[in-house]
């Protein structure tokens, strides 16, 4: 299957700094990404789609100014938590799609605290 | 309103066959699909099914009725890597969407 690589897989940051997670399609062209996330024992909730060159499509009670979605290529998308805070902190998970595929690949996932 | 549902847990034995089953209720429908996420793990594919019947991989099994909103995932020869989650996942129709169920946390004991 297709391969997506999401990095970093642990990040530990203070309070009030901002932190970037890269999303990457290795071996497909990826239109359209997804970020989401995940707190324990609870299911995916999806946060916003992306589709290559335009701005993303958030989901209600998503804060678009503090999750800040850049979907450049066809193969990268990133998601910078602004300002983040303890209550940012959580396993967020990108998935990408191929262009007329309907089966979304996941990244391995980031687990994020926040001091 | 869009909803999918499946059980919160199962508890099944070890060599034995287990089925989950997964209701949905979405505006269209272009698809469904099943996911297994270990613990601290992101979802990893296994089944996408768009036409009714029965679709076969390995130990694997993903049934599928449209008419009455309907899938089920069936794993056969349980071993313990298999305890995990299970979610079941419904692509709409128009939108870039797929829309994910709770998932069904499987225990596989000895």
């Known amino acids: 299957g297709a391969v997506v690589s999401q990095h970093p897989s642990w990040v530990i940051c203070k309070s009030g700094t901002s932190v970037k997670i890269e999303c990457r399609s290795l071996d497909f062209q990826a239109t359209t990404m997804f970020w989401y996330r995940q707190f324990p024992k609870q299911s995916l909730m999806l946060m916003a789609t992306?589709?290559?060159?335009?701005?993303?499509?958030?989901e209600q009670g998503v804060e678009k100014d503090k999750f800040l979605i850049n979907h450049a290529s066809l193969t990268l998308s990133t998601l910078t938590v602004t300002s983040a805070h303890p209550e940012d902190s959580s396993f967020y998970i990108c998935?990408?799609?191929?262009?007329?595929?309907?089966?979304?690949?996941f990244g391995a996932g980031t687990r994020l605290s926040v001091l | 309103g869009q909803n999918i549902d499946q059980p919160t847990e199962m508890t099944a034995t070890e060599g034995a066959i287990v089925q989950i089953n997964c209701t949905y209720q979405t505006s269209g429908f272009n698809g469904l699909f099943w996911y297994q996420q270990h613990a601290g793990e992101a979802p990893t594919f296994l089944s996408y099914n768009v036409l009714d019947g029965l679709e076969e991989k390995g130990r694997f099994s993903s049934f599928l009725s449209r008419s009455k909103g309907y899938s089920y995932l069936l794993l056969k020869e349980l071993q313990m890597k298999d305890s995990a989650s299970y979610l079941c996942a419904v692509k709409n129709t128009g939108g870039f969407k797929t829309i994910f169920g709770a998932g069904t946390r499987l225990f596989v004991k000895a």
């Open positions: 992306s589709n290559e060159g335009s701005k993303a499509t958030y």
């Open positions: 998935s990408a799609r191929e262009q007329g595929q309907g089966v979304q690949y």
